[in-house]
Structure formats: C-alpha cells, structure tokens
C-alpha cells in the first residue's frame, strides 16, 4: 500500500532538547515534556493500527471538527505512547466523537469533567494496561499514556486548551489522565463491555465524562446489603438526576458479592433503590433548583439519586486486599452524556 504525505506542520531544531521547548512555546503540551513526534514515529504508529494519515477516525458533532489518524498518531507519541497502543486510541476517539458523549459540552464545562477510558477484553494482558494495586495512579505506561495521549488530543485538535474551551473552575487530576483496566479475573460478574453489548471475548474501550472519583471506606461489610447500603450513604450527598454512575469495587469487595451469588443486576437495583435523597435536603441545596430537582413539596418523600438501575454501573479493579470503593460520578446531569462502548480493532 501507498504511503500518504503527512500533512502536518514540520520544524526542524537543533536537538531534542530543544523540540520540548517548542511545543511548550507553542503551547501543545498538557505542562508536562513530550516526546518529540518525528515523521519515522508517526508512521509506525500509523501502521500499528493500519490507518492512512488523512483517514477520519471521529467528527466533533458540535463543531466539525475532523480528527484524523495522522493527528492522533502525533499526539499517541508525544504522549509517551508505545505503537501498539494506537488501535485504543482510535477507538477511544471514535467513543469521544458520538453525539451521545457530548463532546464539546465536556470540554467546556465549568463543572471539570475528564473523559474516563475503562478498557477490557485480552488486549488488557496483551499491553499490560493495570487493573489492579494503585489503578487510577502511576506506575503503568499503558495507563497513563493512553490517558495522556487523549488529553493532548483535546488540547491540540479541539482547542481544550484551559482557559480557551476547557473551563474547568477547579479541575482534578483526571484531566491528565484517566485511563483504567477491568479486573474480569477477579470480578464475578460479567465484564463491563460485556454488559453494554459486547461479546466477552472482544477486546473494547468505554468512554464516560466523568467527575473526580469520591473514594469510600468499607473495611468491615461482610454482606452485600451492608457494602451496598454503605455506598448509598456517599451517594446521597448527591442532587437527583439521570447520569450513569460508576462504582469501582475493589477484588475483596467483590468477593462478597460473589459468596452470596448476587447478580450485577441486583446488586444494582439494590443501591439504587437506598441511594436516594428528600425533597428537605434537595430544598437546601443551592444547586437543586438548577438541577430540577426542587419540585418536590413533601419534605420527607425520597427522590433516587439514579433515576433507573440502568444507570449504575459496576466493575472491579483494584488491590486484591484494602476495603476502599471509588465512586465516580457523571459530569453534568440528565441526558447530558452517555456513555459509549466501542470495539477495539488490533
């Protein structure tokens, strides 16, 4: 096959040192060095995922703008990225891009939404990308490269760069990046891709907008009402509304719920029954009214955090030992944006 030229800008420096600068200079850096993306670079990654430079591999519905194959593989090297990695990367992008994610209203959101990138499937052991002790922190390539290589393509191909589009008030340290593996050796239940349509055996990314996670403390649960009932206690202090929450539960978490044969889909229509808030503390949260959630005149009648069980999801990863869940909670509210599953093809 035919190489295409690449149409990206070239520059040429004296030396490496002096690459880092630039891009600082030019301001295509999240504040960290990168790897300087020589044309040799680019085209391996390019190859690792059997894409032509000028392919579009996602749209921005709000505004346009095309993504390409060639701008990606740029910013997968920048960002420390080994070649493998790119068939993630494209369908991570391709996630990002359907109107149901919201791109645009992620990226601008005063509120600091990062997108979250859960990845599962045998690519997960075939790139060694974490799911266990520590994994939303450093210490693996795979994650925090993928993770990296999706904010530099926010920045440089969508303008999220902060203060221009990105608007974030406080920001968190997601935004850098947040990128996951499932645990399904551990889980007892069937994987998260699984759960969205996938077959068990496909290799796939989910992509949520997301807010920090909120970590929560379990050490003594030994029953799945008790975990569970625990963890509606920190949803609580959330306004009603209909996004998709998150909840990572750690191997000794899971267990539990394995022990007692308990389904996702009970373990989920459970906590969404108990996670609820009254219309008296809705009435004194600022943002209640801003997030219709005020309407209520009985102060004692509960309203569900989560409108439906379908809008809890749960997976595992995570230390094998340690009770600590992570709750993540969606940027925005409503239909604001949906998580969305893609295939990754190697």
């Known amino acids: 096959m035919q190489q295409e030229t690449l149409s990206s800008q070239q ?3 004296a030396g490496f040192y002096e690459a880092i600068e630039l891009y600082y200079e030019k ?3 999240d504040g960290l060095p990168v790897v300087p993306p020589t044309e040799e670079l680019v085209r391996q990654f390019l190859a690792a995922c059997g894409r032509q430079p000028n392919d579009v591999v996602g749209v921005v519905p709000t505004r346009g703008r095309a993504i390409t194959a060639e701008k990606i593989a740029v910013n997968a090297v920048m ?3 080994r070649p493998e990695y790119m068939p993630v990367l494209v369908a991570i992008v391709e996630a990002m891009t359907e109107p149901e994610f919201n791109y645009h209203g992620c990226l601008a959101s005063t509120m600091g939404s990062a997108p979250m990138i859960i990845v599962n499937g045998p690519i997960v052991k075939e790139l ?8 939303f922190g450093p210490g693996w390539r795979a994650n925090a490269t ?3 290589a ?5 920045i440089n191909l969508t303008d999220g760069t902060p203060g221009l589009l990105d608007r974030s008030t406080l920001g968190h340290g997601g935004k850098y990046s947040m990128c996951i593996a499932e645990n399904e050796d551990a889980s007892p239940w069937e994987p998260l891709h699984a759960q969205r349509g996938m077959s ?8 949520f907008a997301v807010l920090s996670p909120l970590q929560v403390s379990d050490a003594g649960s030994n029953t799945p009402e008790a975990v569970l009932d625990n963890l509606s206690q920190s949803m609580s202090v959330f306004t009603a509304r209909n996004g998709q929450f998150l909840v990572v539960l750690p191997p000794e978490i899971a267990q539990v719920f394995g022990d007692a044969g308990w389904s996702k889909r009970q373990a989920t229509e459970y906590l969404q029954k108990r ?14 009214a801003i997030a219709g959630s005020s309407a209520s005149a009985d102060p004692d009648k509960s309203h569900p955090v989560v409108s439906s069980p379908d809008g809890l999801f749960l997976l595992v990863a995570g230390g094998d030992a340690g009770g600590f869940c992570d709750l993540i909670v969606p940027w925005g509210g409503g239909n604001m944006t949906k998580g969305v599953t893609k295939l990754i093809r190697a």
């Open 150 to 154: 999706v904010r530099l393509i926010i």
């Open 11 to 13: 520059h040429n420096v």
């Open 27 to 29: 301001g295509w850096t």
């Open 275 to 288: 996670a609820v808030v009254t219309g008296e503390q809705l009435r004194k949260r600022p943002t209640a």
């Open 128 to 135: 060694d990308i974490n799911s266990g002790v520590n994994v």
């Open 200 to 207: 068990p055996t496909d290799s796939a990314v989910s992509v």
């Open 146 to 148: 993928i993770g990296r």
């Open 79 to 81: 960002a420390g990225c």
